[in-house]
């Protein structure tokens, strides 16, 4: 297999896709048997962290046949606590996860926590879930995967993907023993160092890293008061260093690396020991690891999220720095977003470039991303400029409009994707508003589309099979209805049935007769 092979121009109107015309499939059904043959998958996940395990979820609440395959034998044990931001607890409660998750995380109050410059909430946060939710990342992983296999997606793990190829019909996608295996669509989620995006030769510029941290967790043979001693003292000088107790005798160890590093494997215990005495003058005696990890600050996105067939989600489209916890959040997000779309395309009631609206939708997010963790990453600088800037912020801060400004950029609630001209609501997510049966989000957990009519007159028709229907005078709205699209973003604000019409059909394709 050729990586040349797939480097074509990524458009839905790409050569080697060719779908059956809409006209040929009924919204209702699947595409034909020769695709629904044993063995064969609609989609093929490759990689099953957070983003392969979300999207594999979606997919299947359209009955998606989905395989996921995953490199590792077993789940992973680096327990880093990863923070999950208000868009994403909006996500799990569209879903009906969030009372799952809860249980296993610890709630901190939200706040505009901008290159650790932690400020209070301002006013004005419009979301029940306006909180942080600290969880470590194999838990939430794990809660995702199972939620994903109870919704009947099948998960090989061992299987590492090493090759691809694309014709008119589907992928092939060979694994690292040789097997082959045939899909219709192949998506990347295996992470920054993705296989996939190397296979379809897709670019991914940026910033390499410029400094890299160990993190790990290990015992010491110091006392605490020691530790905290010399803590305060080094802090002072170096963010990105801690020790901080993680459990019974075990500490959570942060410290800079020596260098940057090319390699994927861990580093050693005798690197940790080394790191700490260049620069605390101990090592704290730190011995029996329980796992140990390196990361980077590199920064880069690729240049196309769809190639044909193949699509890329998560860490594999976009890596940055950990600051302000967010790429996590960001590939559940992306996924969320395409699910529903490649589901839409497998089930033949696509419109021609809904597919395309992922990348130009979800490109530009993680862009921000990328550039709020630049700013960020500047402004932890010990040099006199930044320290100045930082100060500044600081201040700045303090006015309401900034803090909500920032806060809204780190957890995703401030999203607005261009739908074209309309008012301020389009394109933004709607908050969980109260309606008569409860909640909104209650109602989006099957992944449909929602029509909300206070008018109580318009209907979804032709649509009614992927789309729902609120009539409720009492939804706690200021506009007379809005179309929803199944990843709860404002497709449509109106109260006339003909522009309502061409709405439905824009994003959900021609109406059954
Ligand atoms: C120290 C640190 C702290 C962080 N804190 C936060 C935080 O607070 N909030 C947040 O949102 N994010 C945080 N992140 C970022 C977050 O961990 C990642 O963004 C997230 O794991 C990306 O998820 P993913 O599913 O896209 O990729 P990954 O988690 O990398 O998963 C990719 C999966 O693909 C598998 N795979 C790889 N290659 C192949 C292949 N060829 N075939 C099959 N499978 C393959 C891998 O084994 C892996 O399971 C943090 C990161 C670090 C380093």
Redo the contacts with the bound molecule.
């Keep these: 297999m050729h990586p040349a092979h797939f480097t074509a121009e990524p458009s839905s109107t790409d050569p080697v896709e060719r779908d059956l015309p809409v006209s040929d499939v009924s919204p209702a059904r699947s595409e034909p048997h020769a695709d629904r043959a044993p063995g064969r998958y609609d989609v093929i996940i490759?990689?099953?962290?957070?983003?392969?395990a979300m999207l594999a979820a979606e997919l299947r609440l359209h009955d998606v046949r989905v395989l996921v395959?995953?490199?590792?034998t077993e789940p992973?044990s680096a327990v880093?606590i990863?923070?999950l931001h208000i868009r994403s607890l909006e996500l799990m409660a569209m879903r009906g996860l969030l009372e799952r998750i809860l249980p296993h995380g610890r709630r901190r109050p939200a706040s505009a926590y901008f290159a650790a410059i932690a400020k209070p909430a301002p006013p004005g946060l419009d979301s029940r879930y306006a909180y942080l939710l600290g969880i470590p990342?194999p838990v939430i992983e794990r809660l995702l995967e199972e939620h994903a296999t109870e919704l009947g997606a099948q998960v090989r793990r061992g299987?590492?993907?090493?090759g691809l190829a694309q014709d008119d019909e589907g992928v092939t996608v060979e694994l690292a023993d040789g097997e082959q295996l045939r899909s219709r669509y192949l998506v990347g989620?295996?992470?920054?160092r993705s296989?996939v995006r190397k296979l379809l030769g897709v670019g991914f510029p940026g910033e390499p890293a410029r400094t890299e941290s160990l993190?790990g967790e290990m015992e010491v043979a110091v006392p605490p008061e020691e530790i905290a001693a010399k803590l305060g003292e080094i802090r002072e000088t170096h963010q990105r260093f801690w020790l901080r107790p993680a459990g019974a005798e075990v500490y959570s160890v942060l410290v800079p690396a020596a260098g940057v590093s090319d390699r994927a494997a861990p580093p050693t215990l005798e690197d940790f020991k080394r790191q700490l005495r260049a620069i605390a003058g101990t090592d704290f005696g730190v011995h029996s690891p329980r796992w140990l990890s390196r990361?980077g600050d590199a920064t880069r996105l690729a240049d196309h999220y769809r190639v044909g067939r193949v699509l890329l989600a998560?860490?594999?489209a976009h890596i940055h720095p950990?600051i302000g916890?967010?790429?996590?959040?960001l590939?559940v997000q992306d996924a969320v977003n395409l699910g529903w779309k490649l589901a839409a395309r497998i089930r033949g009631w696509a419109p021609q470039a809904l597919l395309d609206t992922y990348q130009a939708e979800r490109r530009p997010v993680a862009a921000e991303v990328l550039d709020n963790t630049r700013a960020q990453t500047e402004l932890l600088s010990t040099e006199p400029g930044a320290q100045a800037l930082r100060r500044l912020l600081t201040e700045l801060m303090d006015f309401d409009e900034v803090n909500l400004h920032l806060l809204k950029k780190i957890t995703a609630i401030g999203i607005r994707y261009d739908f074209g001209a309309g008012p301020d609501l389009l394109g933004r997510r709607l908050p969980d508003i109260a309606v008569k049966q409860g909640h909104l989000y209650d109602l989006l957990h099957r992944g449909r589309g929602l029509l909300l009519d206070r008018t109580e007159r318009l209907t979804v028709g032709g649509w009614s099979d992927r789309v729902d229907h609120l009539a409720d005078t009492t939804a706690e709205l200021d506009v007379p209805c809005v179309l929803l699209r199944p990843d709860g973003h404002v497709a449509w604000v109106g109260d006339d049935q003909q522009d309502l019409d061409e709405h439905l059909s824009r994003w959900f394709g021609e109406p059954v007769h």
Aim: with cysteine; aromatic share 2%; charged share 15%.
């Design positions: 490759a990689g099953c962290g957070p983003t392969g395959l995953e490199k590792e992973v880093r990863v923070g990342q299987c590492a993907v090493t989620c295996d992470g920054g296989t993190m990361f998560g860490d594999a950990p916890g967010q790429g996590l959040n590939g």
